[in-house]
């Protein structure tokens, strides 16, 4: 059923199509950055795509990859009730380093196409760091303005605190006691992106016996 | 009396107006939840809205990058935190959906059971937390009576009052209790019949209507491009439901209405949640009905589902089997995908990336609540300060779910 | 004659009658102010997340888990309240919201950590929450639980009106209560000829009679 949008877009896109894919009944499909605003503006304004309602935008991160990001915008269509995936990959902005029409790292906004998109381009730019060319608002939306580095990037270690208050100190504040480290919980399959947070190493508990009274401060 | 500076221009003696901005929350005690508002007033009436979220942000997506696949569970619980059931049942059948897997009729039954009655105490906390900010706090406590009746089921069937941690990948953690269909039963009445009294209570109460008839009115067209799912967009006349449209488990089977409004009032947010309880009522009588008593409840897949403990303590297989389950998590196929079922506010859906590892590799859930949080500013431009209270009990925000 | 014991076993107010028409009361003037703070609690609560629908549940009618201690009107103004109830996650950018509204109360203000997350930060170690509550202000009593039962909220305020009345300032954390269940089912399972590690409680399991319960206020705190 929504094989149909995947050939459309197909015939209509042509070369700019990088790959489809169908897995487990999801249909997806690869555009390259330059044409992902007018795959999607086709798929909505296409009678026989019909994609009305926004479902989701979001992006995964692959570090190994040369193209780090990848932009997933989930679609359904009210009317045809079929869903597709439209995905793009992007590379990572460098600081300072000069626009690359070869390495692209942005796309245009589609929360004129859908506004419902709006708050969820923010919330990828929160967390992945990834900017979308004129976009009204591109605010932070879940963390503060003082939070720096986008957490949802594998490279943040998960546990890397960034508090806007300072901790309290004093004898009845505990800090983390043994066996709980920094990687407590994690399985053997985990994979190591992140070095751990360094001030919650082993040494730094000490030995048991003659561990220091708990100071209270924690990791910044 | 003559005005003695009678010529100047009547516009001249306007006091010039600017809006007044106000701040209402984080912490304010009409919302339930955390969240901050930032308003720009016109008199009393509201002219703009800075919604600012994320003060319940406790990075649920970048903790499921943490644990094997089966430790995600409990995080989902506490996303939609008022019908915990539904956010495993959502995410036990992404996970099932990758592997390619179907559970067995009836843990199906089991599911759909157990998430109708959570969805409908989702409804009542909604509704009841909505009419006790508007100071009707006896229909309030008498829902909380109700929900109590649906907490103590799922307690009896899972163990915890709120928490469940209950579905799992591949089934449930443990079968039906023999005698949850009877206590099922026992409970519909129970709520139902509490449900009817606190009606008489509140909808012939011309305050309550006055407060929410005409107020927040949102068109089909505007939710549409808001993405609203769930009671939401079923208050403005549009009828998608994924139970109906895309049914999964057994809601094929079922016979249920979809209850649809048609001004996409807080009036009709309030009636379609409260008919969408008394169906949910009716499906779980129906899974009353067609529950089979006996057979399996986890799918016969070892490499997925923890061996039963008799077999863990009595054999060797069952040992090294668990101590994999455990230490490395289920082996879950390479590849993605995006999988969505009708939680309490709407289309609640996970996509999620597997690089063929114990550890989910990313774990995206789409909150149905921000959707409609986002069409906020546009529900209460024009009303009144007083009006944002039963507004936003409408939109029924669940900070865990909103903010995750 | 009647006398009043805090519930540390130490005489705390006694008043004694001993004419119709004449009557006197001794105490110490701590004492007597800690005994009529402990039933006047005025609360604020500051709810944010799952744990507060268990808060809901402890003020619906099963429980009336507050009101029967006194502590039943919510002033949802911090300078109103002298009980803060920390319900649910603090995450970072909540933190100064929090550390606010605790600065506004008045003194004497007594803080409640209700469930793991505002206690320790619970399971989420990570980025966006802080690290338990007790980072940013000074906690009376921790509650463990996640969500803590309505049973194990009422033993806590217990808790804080014992620590009131003895103008104890101290941290302290609610014990979890002695399941007589669990006990009587182990003393079973020992007694058991062959060990069945199976799910007792699902299948046709005998009868367990009960014994008394213990008074759960017994035994230190
Ligand atoms: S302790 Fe548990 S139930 Fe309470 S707020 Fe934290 S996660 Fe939610």
New interface residues.
């Given amino acids: 059923m929504s094989a149909v949008v995947v050939e459309r877009v197909k015939a209509q896109f042509g070369s700019k199509v990088v790959e489809t894919t169908s897995f487990r009944g999801d249909e997806s499909i690869v555009v390259e950055p330059a044409a992902y605003y007018q795959v999607a503006k086709f798929l909505r304004d296409d009678p026989a795509c019909d994609m009305s309602m926004f479902i989701d935008i979001t992006a995964v991160d692959y570090p190994s990859r040369d193209a780090r990001f990848e932009l997933v915008l989930n679609l359904y269509s009210l009317h045809k009730a079929h869903r597709v995936r439209l995905k793009t990959r992007l590379f990572e902005a460098e600081q300072g380093e000069v626009a690359d029409a070869t390495r692209p790292t942005t796309v245009p906004t589609v929360s004129t196409l859908w506004a419902g998109a709006n708050w969820f381009e923010r919330e990828v730019w929160d967390m992945f760091g990834l900017k979308f060319e004129g976009h009204p608002d591109l605010r932070r939306l879940l963390l503060y303005e003082e939070f720096e580095g986008h957490p949802l990037r594998k490279d943040y270690s998960a546990d890397k605190t960034q508090p806007l208050m300072p901790y309290r100190s004093g004898p009845d504040v505990l800090g983390k006691q043994r066996p709980f480290l920094g990687d407590e919980g994690m399985p053997f399959g985990r994979k190591d992106w992140a070095p751990r947070d360094a001030s919650w190493s082993d040494d730094s508990l000490g030995d048991p016996e003659d561990a220091p009274p708990p100071d209270g401060t924690a990791p910044v | 009396m003559e005005p003695n500076d009678y010529d100047i221009d009547e516009a001249d003696l306007e006091l010039p107006t600017e809006p007044m901005r106000l701040n209402m929350g984080p912490s304010h005690p009409a919302m339930h939840g955390t969240i901050r508002m930032i308003l720009e007033l016109d008199g009393e009436s509201v002219e703009k809205v800075d919604v600012q979220m994320g003060y319940l942000h406790r990075g649920f997506e970048k903790m499921c990058e943490r644990g094997t696949w089966a430790q995600v569970f409990p995080y989902t619980d506490r996303l939609n935190y008022v019908s915990p059931i539904l956010n495993n049942v959502g995410y036990a059948l992404a996970v099932e959906k990758l592997c390619g897997i179907t559970v067995p009729e009836r843990c199906q039954y089991y599911r759909v059971l157990l998430g109708e009655l959570s969805r409908a105490a989702d409804h009542l906390t909604c509704n009841g937390a909505m009419a006790m900010e508007l100071g009707a706090f006896t229909p309030f406590l008498w829902m909380m009576k109700a929900r109590e009746h649906i907490w103590d089921l799922l307690e009896e069937e899972t163990g915890a009052r709120l928490t469940h941690s209950f579905f799992r990948i591949g089934g449930a953690a443990k079968p039906p209790t023999p005698n949850v269909k009877a206590r099922a039963l026992e409970v519909c009445d129970a709520v139902e019949a509490i449900c009817r009294e606190s009606e008489k209570l509140l909808l012939t109460n011309r305050i309550f209507l006055d407060r929410l008839q005409g107020i927040g009115t949102v068109s089909a067209a505007e939710a549409v491009q808001f993405g609203w799912t769930g009671p939401a967009l079923r208050s403005t006349g549009i009828a998608y439901d994924v139970r109906k449209a895309h049914p999964y488990l057994v809601y094929d089977r079922m016979d249920f209405e979809v209850p649809v409004g048609h001004d996409g009032d807080n009036y009709d947010r309030y009636m379609v949640r409260w008919a969408e309880l008394y169906q949910s009522l009716r499906i779980v009588r129906q899974c009353v009905e067609q529950m089979p008593d006996d057979g399996p409840v986890n799918v016969d897949a070892p490499e997925l589902v923890l061996p039963p403990k008799e077999q863990v303590y009595g054999t060797i297989e069952g040992t090294i089997q668990h101590f994999k389950l455990v230490m490395e998590g289920p082996k879950v196929p390479k590849g993605e995908v995006y999988s969505f079922t009708e939680a309490g506010n709407g289309e609640l859906g996970f996509f999620i990336v597997s690089d063929g590892t114990g550890t989910p590799y990313r774990v995206r859930v789409r909150p149905p609540s921000v959707f409609v949080l986002q069409g906020f500013p546009r529900m209460i431009r024009g009303h009144m300060i007083a009006d944002i209270v039963p507004t936003f009990g409408s939109v029924n925000m669940i900070g865990g779910e909103c903010d995750r | 004659m009647g006398e009043v014991r805090n519930t540390s076993g130490r005489e705390a107010v006694r008043v004694e009658v001993t004419g119709s028409e004449v009557g006197f009361a001794t105490t110490k003037f701590d004492a007597l102010l800690g005994w009529a703070r402990k039933w006047s609690l005025f609360q604020y609560p ?5 744990c ?3 808060f ?2 402890l ?4 429980f009336d888990g507050l009101a029967r201690f006194g502590a039943e009107a ?1 002033r ?1 103004s911090p300078r109103q309240a002298d009980l803060l109830w920390v319900v ?2 603090i ?9 606010r ?1 605790y600065e506004q109360m008045c003194d004497p203000k007594y803080v409640v950590a209700f469930g793991t997350c505002a206690s320790s930060g619970g ?9 338990g509550i ?6 009376d009593v921790y509650i463990p639980g ?2 803590p ?1 309505p049973e194990a909220v009422i033993d806590a305020l217990n808790l804080l009106q014992d620590k009131i009345a003895r103008g104890d300032r ?2 302290g954390v609610v014990k979890p209560r002695e399941d007589i269940v669990e006990r009587q089912l182990v003393t079973l399972r020992k007694s058991a000829t062959d060990l ?4 007792q409680r ?2 046709g399991e005998p009868p367990i009679t009960l014994g008394r319960t213990s008074d759960p206020k017994e035994g230190e705190r």
């Fill in positions: 500051f709810v944010t997340a799952c507060g629908m268990e809901m549940s003020n619906g009618p099963r919510p949802f649910g996650t995450s970072q950018k909540q933190a100064p919201a929090l550390k509204i399971f989420y170690d990570n980025y966006a929450t802080t690290p007790d980072k940013i202000i000074p906690v996640c969500p039962r101290t941290p069945d590690y199976g799910p699902r299948s």
